[in-house]
């Protein structure tokens, strides 16, 4: 497909016709497009660096390139509620290539330079978090899970200083994060059902109802909020269930605190809009997931 744009982008009729044929054979969706973005667009610099990720067996498999949350193809609001899949068919990104793809061949040249420059940007932002994903490894030696370093990075991109941050993790597991935000100078605590570390600032109980001592700075969880965890409101309304978690956050934060969620399996149990409804604006960097194929998504909220 890429080469074939490059050619309708000069104006060739026979390529415009090939772009056509695959655009009707359905193989032209924007996921497809991505993909050809990871391996085939992009700067010398760019190819490199996309290259050796996908060359790498192992941590092209952990961390897919074309299954991530670009700001590309997935413009505005990442509609973290839905699977990367889900949010690349519902994104607003290429209907418009797509249309004007099917123009007058001149027409469409124009259209294919701009579509091949949004496949570069593509590539390029899929390079950066090749990067990312060169330092998410260095802790993934026994010393923290996946998606905690992703939790870990979002804190970070959002520019969190975690010396002497009030923090709260939900759901510590076996403390890998926690005592990692500790060593990092953050004062953490943890509130689990079932704690399965002994410590005095881990505090067993229910997130929704125990008595925390808030308001914090930082507020993580990672598989926590989702189906499968074991945390449910038991409600048969999705919508309620979302509003009361974010005014239970809400209740933890100050204006300018950060919530961080990362999730193992699913989406995010709530909309951007649900949590500007609620007081919390997303901040947008976007990370890489190991686990996007799973349709999880994870996200940061500022508290205003």
């Not at 995010?268 to 686990?291: K, L, M, N, Y």
Request: proline content about 6%; hydrophobic content about 45%.
């Amino acid at each position: 497909m890429h080469e074939h744009l490059v050619h309708l982008a000069e104006g060739n009729t026979a390529a415009h016709k090939e772009v056509l044929r695959l655009m009707d054979q359905s193989s032209a969706t924007a996921a497809a497009l991505v993909d050809v973005a990871i391996r085939r667009a992009g700067d010398r610099q760019t190819r490199l660096a996309l290259d050796a990720h996908l060359q790498d067996f192992k941590w092209s498999n952990v961390f897919p390139l074309h299954l991530q949350e670009l700001a590309t193809p997935i413009p505005g609001d990442p509609r973290f509620h839905e699977g990367v899949t889900l949010a690349l068919a519902s994104s607003p990104w290429w209907p418009p290539h797509r249309d004007a793809l099917r123009k007058p061949t001149r027409t469409a040249a124009k259209a294919a330079r701009k579509l091949l420059g949004d496949l570069d940007a593509i590539a390029q932002e899929a390079a950066v978090m090749v990067k990312q994903i060169t330092e998410m490894r260095k802790l993934l030696d026994g010393t923290l899970h996946v998606l905690q370093t992703q939790a870990l990075l979002r804190l970070e991109l959002a520019g969190v200083t975690l010396a002497g941050a009030k923090t709260l993790e939900v759901g510590p597991q076996e403390g890998l994060l926690l005592n990692h935000l500790r060593k990092l100078g953050a004062d953490a605590c943890a509130v689990d059902l079932q704690p399965q570390i002994s410590a005095p600032y881990v505090i067993t109980g229910d997130f929704m109802h125990a008595a925390l001592p808030g308001p914090f700075d930082v507020l993580v969880a990672t598989a926590v909020f989702e189906e499968g965890s074991g945390w449910t409101l038991h409600l048969d309304d999705p919508r309620k269930e979302a509003a009361l978690l974010l005014d239970r956050f809400k209740s933890l934060t100050h204006p300018g605190s950060v919530v961080v969620l990362e999730h193992v399996g699913y989406p995010v149990p709530f909309t951007t809009q649900q949590a500007a409804e609620h007081g919390f604006d997303v901040i947008p960097h976007r990370v890489p997931s190991a686990v996007a194929h799973n349709g999880a998504r994870g996200c940061a909220l500022r508290r205003r």
